[in-house]
């Protein structure tokens, strides 16, 4: 599939560029026909109003009057009315019917083209109304265009040896370009579709637990409830963690197509960081851990507040999980003139070396067996991340097998979380 638009995007961008070229080249090349014929005109003009100013007719039907000589390019041929020619020079250029296509005025000048055998020629008609020209009434001046033509046929070549060459250097640095612009689009696809696969092999857990214990349900259908609670607590614990899954999944797909839109205010990130302490301590009684904050108070602060609550909430949770018995979790909070720094770190068993660079992929578990079991889904650090970069923040996560964890969040302060 990829290939296939790769080829069909560098077709299109080498078809733009030949109509591009097309059009710039006929510009140029009508331009440059256009003043050649301008400058050839001028010159014949002013050659015919050399010989009208001389006022010698019979010297010049003579051939014996200098101006004839001025320039051997040009051919003079004169006519009365009737168009029939009684003079030329060169004598004898022309017959009277090669210039029978040329076009009579008896009032006005005109240029007129002329095509003789394989010989173009520009001619400048000027009538003769009054004396001392006799029976002549009409002066032609003509001149070959052969430089000329030349001159459009080199500049022709040119043009399509120019366009013939462009079009193939953009075929090929296109078809390199486009395969280096396809690399992150391809990476982004990829990424979609193990994001899809990994997310259905997420669902297909918790779906087959709760279909499994339904029918064992459905098998006994006279048991009480009280027989069967711990079937049926199995079934809310895998619709909770598939809601809780579907939640995740969502968020990031909304995330993804800039849909979620964050809800920006001023507030008390000190009272929050308070809050959520004091509510993961009666949790930490339980495994008899430890959660000691530090604050330098106040800490104002201008974001998403619900979000958040939510990213700090992500952090705390795994700590957490994660820290064994008699175990210490600290979180601090400060600011300094332009950053606001939160610190969450942990004394559990830490996060291998290795594993630290994918750590904020989606769905990355370094211990998956272990992760699921305490009801992991392997989104909450995706989430985490995509809330920091939307708050124009940096998370950063420092961590040694068995030395606990760190992870430090460092948002810009804005003005308005000054106020």
């Not at 009032?107 to 007129?112: K, L, T, V």
């Amino acid at each position: 599939m990829f290939n296939n638009v790769r080829v069909r995007l560098v077709v299109l961008n080498a078809a733009v560029l030949f109509l591009v070229l097309v059009v710039l080249s006929s510009t140029l090349y009508l331009h440059m026909r256009y003043r050649l014929y301008k400058e050839t005109d001028e010159v014949l003009r002013n050659a015919a109003e050399q010989i009208d100013s001389a006022r010698d007719a019979e010297a010049i039907l003579r051939q014996e009057h200098h101006v004839l000589e001025q320039d051997d390019r040009m051919i003079y041929i004169f006519r009365d009315a009737e168009g029939q020619i009684q003079g030329q020079s060169p004598a004898e250029t022309f017959t009277q019917a090669q210039i029978a296509p040329l076009l009579y005025h008896k009032d006005s000048s005109s240029y007129e083209t002329l095509k003789v055998g394989g010989d173009r020629y520009r001619g400048f008609l000027m009538p003769f109304p009054q004396a001392p020209w006799g029976e002549i009434e009409s002066l032609t001046v003509l001149t070959s265009l052969e430089d000329d033509d030349s001159t459009l046929h080199s500049l022709l070549l040119d043009i399509i040896t120019g366009i013939g060459s462009g079009v193939l250097i953009s075929i090929f640095v296109g078809f390199f370009l486009a395969g280096r612009a396809w690399v992150p689009i391809r990476n982004a696809w990829d990424k979609q579709q193990r994001f899809v696969a990994d997310a259905s092999h997420e669902l297909r857990t918790p779906v087959s637990v709760i279909r499994a214990q339904t029918e064992l349900l459905l098998r006994y259908p006279s048991h009480s409830i009280e027989r069967e609670s711990d079937n049926i607590a199995v079934i809310l614990k895998e619709s909770t963690r598939m809601s809780k899954l579907l939640e995740d999944l969502l968020t990031l797909a909304r995330s993804d197509s800039n849909q979620l839109e964050l809800e920006c205010s001023v507030f008390s990130l000190d009272r929050v960081l308070l809050d959520l302490t004091k509510q993961f301590k009666l949790l930490a009684v339980t495994k008899e851990i430890d959660i000691d904050l530090s604050l330098q108070e106040p800490l104002p602060f201008w974001g998403d507040e619900s979000r958040i609550r939510q990213l700090l909430v992500i952090l705390l949770d795994n700590a957490l999980k994660y820290t064994p018995s008699n175990g210490r979790i600290e979180v601090s909070g400060k600011s300094s003139a332009h950053h606001v720094t939160v610190i969450v770190s942990d004394s559990g068993r830490g996060i291998p070396k290795e594993e630290l660079p994918y750590l904020f992929e989606r769905f990355y578990r370094g211990d998956k067996s272990r992760s699921r079991k305490e009801g992991g889904t392997g989104l909450g650090l995706s989430i985490a991340k995509w809330i920091v970069d939307a708050h124009g923040g940096t998370i950063r996560a420092e961590s040694q097998t068995g030395a606990g964890s760190r992870f430090e969040l460092r948002f810009p302060r804005k003005n308005k979380a000054a106020l």
